[in-house]
């Protein structure tokens, strides 16, 4: 198992069009892959579902933890991570 | 019949008249039936989801299509993943297994998930479970093997009149038979509202369930999206003003257009250019949207003000190179950073200053904090790559403080390349022409300066030494001041005879009444306002160079700023005649 803290700069949060490529991303992968507020200290959903990722209500500047368990793991979190601190690729 | 007037949220500007159409959400009745196997439930779950998939993909085309992009086409992106998404397909396959038929299952997952998303506190996320509802409802329907919208059967052109209105009701309207709509229900953030103002459709939205309740289909209606308002009933001459108004926007509407895609040219064709002064993204969108050819002064102070300390590189990089990418191959003149003690930034010491407008400010302060200054020089000389980037310093008055900060420029551009870091490279670079000092010195600064623009405002205000802040002088605040001028036109000689080109980004730029006599004079590049633009292009491709030069002379041979004006308003009167 392998997990990493994130900031999430997005002026959105994990919402809209960053909410989408998330979970795009994680559906990339075997792994099953759970994200958490850490802010707000909700309890971890799956990553692959949108509907919960909205839930986590994740807005600007707030951190959120991703765990990824499976044959591709590592590769998940990094990309994952990469993709959260590209800020989405708005730079 | 009396005529009604109704006050809803302004969504989307436009005026409509016509016949209402009471739009009703038909009803999706969940059958009584006895559940077959499982997997049967199941199976058909899967093919309705497959179905809805295909319809998803067809609303996105099209959507894309009408609004020239991937933007508002995305909310049906969103719609497929929650489509897709496996919280839903879970309960649905669930309830199924408790023997629930797969429509009931469909209405109670989406209903169950719908309300997850409805209970959150902050409203952006809230109103993500009309979306989730607009899903099952896709799916139920299909279920049901129900037509795709009740909206097919509109037939003549028609306001719409409904509860609430789905992003995919939106999307599906027919912009030949929809001349606008009105719901209940709704605020200026829901998709339906944004979609409408993309679409161009005038929209009023949530003026209350009970103000809708009476009406009926055929009722005449006229409706302003602009200022929220609907009227039932309306009498003759509230028809004869509201068409009156209808045309004169869509008259304006067409000049905007019709500039938008022209190039600025005098009456014997000589091309100047018109753009526009902007700060952040969104100004950028709007200039291009006025047709602008360019942008003469991005101001940059936006980026520092209202923050707890001073952007980085990367973010500045990201926030430039957002505004260059709007922009395209049009050119942009971006200016540095221009602040000082009468307004500044919280994490900034500024001394006390008995005249900050004389004083530590703009390339003054700049010079002073070299990693400030750098820092933004290669934010931007990153962000310029692959774009047509100008970099312009505000108020210079001499040609040492030129050369110095053209070498911070080289110095930025040095360092870059030296990183392996992709940057744009040979950036041309002016200055502002602000102070009475740059203007009779502009032959001199020629010498190091690619281009200039007039920055009319401190221009005025440093040569007729008034603060236009200060009420009791305010009256003294003349741009059209014949010393003024004299300074504008010393500063275009000077410039073309050292072959260089001159801009202006001041608001006089922009004024009607001084468009003429800047043409006369041989102002290369107006930029302005992005709202002024289009009528400035119509204003310049009135005048001949010829015209524009006796205009000109004649303005410059008047003794005071009030003779001018006047000159002037008989000059624009003597167009219209």
């Known amino acids: 198992m392998i997990e990493s803290k994130f900031t999430v700069t997005h002026k959105v949060g994990l919402h809209a069009r960053p909410a989408s490529l998330f979970v795009k991303q994680a559906n990339k992968f075997t792994s099953r892959i759970s994200v958490r507020n850490l802010t707000s200290g909700e309890e971890p959903v799956d990553a692959k579902s949108i509907i919960s990722v909205l839930t986590l209500g994740v807005m600007q500047n707030h951190e959120i933890l991703i765990t990824a368990e499976g044959a591709d793991e590592e590769v998940a979190v990094q990309a994952l991570g990469e993709l959260v601190k590209s800020n989405f690729g708005e730079a | 019949m009396t005529a009604r007037e109704l006050k809803g949220i302004a969504a989307s500007d436009g005026i409509a008249i016509g016949p209402a159409f009471c739009y009703a959400v038909p009803l999706l009745t969940i059958p009584t039936r006895t559940p077959e196997q499982p997997n049967v439930e199941l199976a058909r779950f899967q093919s309705a989801q497959e179905q809805a998939r295909m319809e998803l993909k067809g609303l996105r085309e099209n959507v ?32 199924i297994q408790q023997g629930i038929i797969v429509e009931q299952a469909v209405a109670d997952a989406t209903q169950e998930l719908a309300s997850l998303l409805a209970n959150m506190e902050d409203e952006l996320f809230a109103a993500r479970a009309a979306d989730v509802q607009d899903v099952g409802r896709r799916v139920l329907r299909i279920l049901l093997g129900l037509p795709d919208t009740a909206l097919n059967s509109l037939q003549n052109p028609s306001i719409i009149i409904a509860q609430d209105l789905t992003p995919s009701d939106t999307a599906r309207l027919d912009p030949a038979l929809a001349l606008g709509f009105c719901t ?17 459709l005038p929209a009023v939205v949530g003026l209350g369930a009970s103000a809708l309740a009476s009406m009926k289909s055929g009722q005449m209606l006229v409706m302003d999206g602009g200022s929220g308002t609907l009227v039932v009933d309306p009498p ?37 250019e018109v753009a526009a002064n902007i700060g952040e993204v969104e100004t950028a969108r709007e200039a291009v949207e006025f047709g602008a050819e360019g942008v003469g002064l991005l101001r940059t102070e936006f980026l520092y003000l209202n923050e707890t300390r001073a952007p980085d590189e990367n973010k500045q990089y990201g926030i430039y190179k957002a505004i260059f990418d709007v922009m395209g191959q049009r050119p942009v003149i971006i200016r540095t950073l221009d602040i000082g003690g009468d307004k500044p930034p919280s994490y900034m010491p500024f001394p006390q200053e008995m005249n900050p407008f004389l004083g530590w400010r703009a ?40 050369m110095c900060a053209r070498g911070t420029v080289a110095q930025a551009e040095a360092e870059l390349r030296e990183a392996g870091l992709p940057c744009a490279v040979n950036v041309p670079v002016g200055i502002m022409v602000e102070t009475p000092a740059a203007a009779v010195l502009v032959d001199v600064l020629a010498e190091a300066a690619d281009f200039f623009s007039l920055g009319t405002n401190d221009l005025t205000q440093y040569t007729l030494a008034v603060d236009r802040g200060n009420e009791k002088v305010a ?6 001041h014949p010393a003024v001028l ?48 289009p009528l400035a292009k119509n204003l310049i491709g009135k005048f001949s160079d010829e015209r524009a030069r ?9 003794a005071t700023a009030q003779e001018i004006e006047d000159y002037m308003k008989g000059v624009l009167a003597g167009l219209d005649a």
């Open chain 2, 184 to 200: 209940a229900l709704g605020g200026l953030t829901s998709h339906s509202a944004i979609l409408a103002r993309t679409l161009g």
């Open chain 2, 236 to 272: 003759e001459e509230t028809l004869t003003r509201y068409r009156a108004i209808k045309r004169e926007k869509e008259i304006r509407l067409e000049a905007i257009k019709a500039s938008a895609r022209t190039e600025a040219c005098t009456a014997n064709g000589r091309r100047v």
């Open chain 2, 64 to 95: 894309a299509a009408r609004t020239r992009g991937d933007e508002f086409a995305a909310i049906f992106d969103a719609h497929e993943m929650m489509l897709d998404d496996p919280m839903l397909a879970d309960k649905v396959g669930s309830k």
């Open chain 2, 486 to 533: 004299r300074m504008i036109k010393m500063t275009i000689d000077g410039a073309h005879r050292k072959g260089k080109w001159v801009g202006m980004c001041g608001e006089l730029a922009g004024m009607q009444k001084a468009i003429p006599i800047l043409l006369g004079m041989g102002l290369d590049e107006f930029s302005m306002a992005s709202r002024s633009i």
């Open chain 2, 550 to 558: 006796q205009v000109c002379e004649q303005a410059l041979s008047l």
């Open chain 2, 363 to 402: 390339i003054r302060m700049c010079m002073d904090d070299t990693p400030l200054f750098k820092t933004q020089l290669r934010a931007i000389l990153r962000a310029a790559a692959g774009h047509n980037v100008r970099i312009m310093f505000p108020m210079i008055i001499g040609l040492d403080e030129l």
């Open chain 2, 475 to 480: 009256g003294l605040f003349q741009p059209l």
